[in-house]
């Protein structure tokens, strides 16, 4: 077989393909309740009622989406230039660690404002420099970035576990690994009283629309887009590739970090070592399905935090395990990147 | 001083760094046979992880512990076959698509294993494979313990490595499959089908990850858990790397990393173990790693063509 591009492929093949995949998805999705002796029709119910059927589920469902458009958007930004940031789940752990530095140091008197634009800033700093190693060590040595931001991710759960059981332990944690925990008046603010959804959700829309601003508008989204299409041609054509990729690591890193920053403030309020459940790998499949759009992110980050949270809600009713979904999720990712070659090629015999 | 002089001259240590070795060395031979075709497979984690439950859960269900071993082979040949459909005819990303089978193959062991067992709070036993002493040779002293006195997957390991070098550098098939990795162009025009030798060398490469991950629970534990792979697999991404895509220095490279992880293990129980927080040494393997990428970097022969999809009548 070959594949053989179509020049203007059709709006019915641009969307009939990826629809396609959501489709097939769906029909996993009932053949894995099946296997599990469930009515594929109950289960999926279960899981659209658990992410959306109540007031409370869906706002849960928005808590869940909230660090997944941060590292969602890190993805996004970083796989655009062919960086392959794998590390979102460090540099997320890094922003939670600092957010707790400074939010249970006497920083916190500072009014709400000031203190959460702090802690926010110091956290993408963080973020930033986390990722600033492994492309640095792309850039100058050409170590792959795959492997090192991989292996930070492992480091950085170590440091955490040491800082839980030693200088960030808290006193009166009983033996919990946890830190202490921010004081009310230090943490992200609601967005509405007495509804439990924080301003980091309406950050992250922020920062998905400032991150659709530079793509779009900016010189730098238009080196990052050349530098991903085709390094070689973008540095004939005299960008500055490295500085590029510098540029979009610092990005990525610090959107990545703004998930710790996010989930610490808004919603635990400390730091302990299951604050994200793999939400940097997550991260790649929200990307992915959003087509690395940064405004698809939000959409995909509440699509998939609704398969998440709509899981567990049904395997609490159903006898159908909870990792349903991060299998669904790893189906989508593949048949989506399939489906949207399937929508520019055409597979012809020989 | 006398003390880590005492771990380094201890059988026990070489035998474990051998040990610790021994899955490394099954999933980086495989991941050294799809790379050389020139292809990037980071479904390796998640292989490990499918292999080692499929191969604990054939023979949790009854079978012998080979037919164990061949369970996990296939399983992990079948999500190999699910990354060469969708990285080779349809060349689509190999860092998407890998992460894409690692997040599948990870996710599908732990769907399968909550549904078979679903309340267990400790996880069940087997009997696994048990140290094999090769006479005469296992009494030498040090060397005995360390090399010949371990498990028969160890011995397999081994023998894999040996096996692959021969087959990538003296035989017409390893030559070919170097040749769709370095020039893919060049190889269809000498009449080679490049899609089936870089399918085939992902398929069987994946296998053997597959193996690899087995040896975790059909040899080295007798259960299994989750995050028991525990980054393994990228571990072995760098050992390729590390080894030049060469399979002797790669296997090298593995026994290094074990024993250093097996050095550090031991370190924790010295004096300096009261000092330093457990988790700094724990993190000295990875760092390792990283600190052998960047010292191997400048001297890598990276296959010319990984990563580089080969579409038929693309100029």
């Known amino acids: ?350 | 001083m006398m003390e880590v002089l005492d771990i380094l001259l201890s059988a026990s240590f070489w035998a474990a760094a051998v040990r610790i070795a021994s899955p490394l060395i099954f999933a980086t031979m495989g991941e050294i046979i799809c790379e050389r075709a020139g292809v990037l497979n980071l479904g390796i984690e998640g292989i490990m992880v499918i292999g080692a439950f499929a191969g604990w859960m054939a023979v949790y269900q009854g079978a012998p512990l080979w037919s164990g071993v061949a369970v996990a082979m296939l399983a992990g040949m079948l999500f190999g076959l699910l990354h060469a459909t969708l990285t080779v005819p349809f060349g689509l990303s190999q860092h998407v698509v890998g992460l894409g089978v690692t997040l599948l193959a990870t996710s599908t062991s732990y769907y399968a294993y909550r549904l078979i067992l679903p309340e267990v709070s400790s996880p069940p036993k087997i009997e696994p494979f048990q140290p094999f002493e090769i006479p005469i040779l296992a009494d030498i002293p040090i060397i005995g313990e360390a090399l010949f006195a371990q498990t028969p997957l160890t011995y397999a390991a081994f023998g894999l490595a040996a096996l692959v070098a021969f087959a990538l550098y003296r035989t017409p098939l390893g030559l070919a499959l170097r040749s769709v990795g370095e020039n893919p162009a060049a190889a269809e025009a000498q009449g080679l089908s490049v899609t089936g030798l870089r399918m085939g060398a992902v398929i069987v490469g994946s296998g053997f990850m597959a193996v690899g991950g087995s040896f975790l629970t059909l040899s080295a534990f007798s259960s299994f858990f989750f995050e028991m792979v525990n980054g393994r697999g990228w571990i072995c991404i760098a050992l390729v790397v590390f080894g030049m895509w060469q399979p002797g220095k790669a296997v090298l490279g593995a026994l290094l990393y074990a024993a250093f992880d097996a050095f550090q293990i031991r370190l924790q129980q010295l004096p300096i173990g009261n000092v330093v927080p457990y988790q700094f040494f724990l993190m000295m393997p990875y760092i390792l790693s990283i600190a052998a990428l960047i010292a191997m970097s400048r001297r890598a022969e990276v296959p010319a063509a990984l990563m580089v999809p080969f579409n038929r009548g693309d100029r």
């Open chain 1, 1 to 350: 077989m070959r594949l053989e591009p179509i020049a203007h492929p059709s709006l019915a093949r641009r969307l009939g393909f990826p629809a396609a995949a959501l489709g097939l998805t769906v029909v996993v999705a009932s053949l894995l309740a099946l296997i599990a002796g469930a009515n594929p029709f109950a289960t999926l119910g279960l899981i659209l009622k658990g992410a959306a059927g109540s007031k409370f589920a869906l706002l849960e469902t928005l808590n869940r989406a909230t660090p997944l458009i941060f590292t969602g958007l890190a993805v996004a930004v970083a796989f655009r230039a062919k960086l392959w940031n794998i590390g979102a789940e460090a540099q997320l752990y890094g922003g939670a660690i600092i957010t707790v530095v400074v939010g249970t140091s006497a920083l916190a008197a500072l009014p709400t404002l000031p203190l959460q634009f702090l802690m926010g800033f110091s956290a993408a700093l963080i973020g930033a420099l986390i990722l600033l190693g492994p492309v640095l060590l792309k850039t100058r040595f050409g170590v792959d970035e795959v492997v090192t931001t991989l292996l930070l991710n492992f480091i950085m759960l170590l440091f955490v576990s040491y800082l839980l059981e030693g200088p960030m332990k808290d006193p009166m944690g009983m033996g919990w690994p946890k830190s202490e925990a921010l004081d009310r008046s230090a943490r992200l603010p609601r967005i509405v009283d007495g509804l439990r959804l924080h301003w980091g959700f309406a950050l992250g829309i922020i920062c998905a629309f400032a991150v659709w601003i530079i793509q779009t508008r900016t010189t730098l989204g238009y080196e990052i887009r050349a530098v991903g299409l085709n390094i070689r041609a973008a540095r004939f054509a005299g960008i500055p590739v490295n500085a590029v990729l510098v540029k979009t690591a610092l990005l990525s890193g610090g959107l990545a970090a703004l998930a710790g920053f996010s989930e610490v403030s808004g919603l635990k309020g400390h730091l302990s070592l299951d604050l994200s459940p793999g939400f940097g790998y997550t991260g790649i499949i929200v990307a992915m399905l959003a087509l690395l759009h940064p405004l698809g992110v939000v959409v995909s980050a509440v699509f998939v935090a609704g398969v998440f949270v709509g899981s567990d809600s049904m395997s609490r009713a159903a006898d159908v395990p909870t990792y349903i979904a991060d299998m669904l999720m790893a189906i989508a990712l593949l048949f989506m990147v399939l489906a949207i070659l399937l929508s520019r090629v055409r597979v012809v015999r020989g």
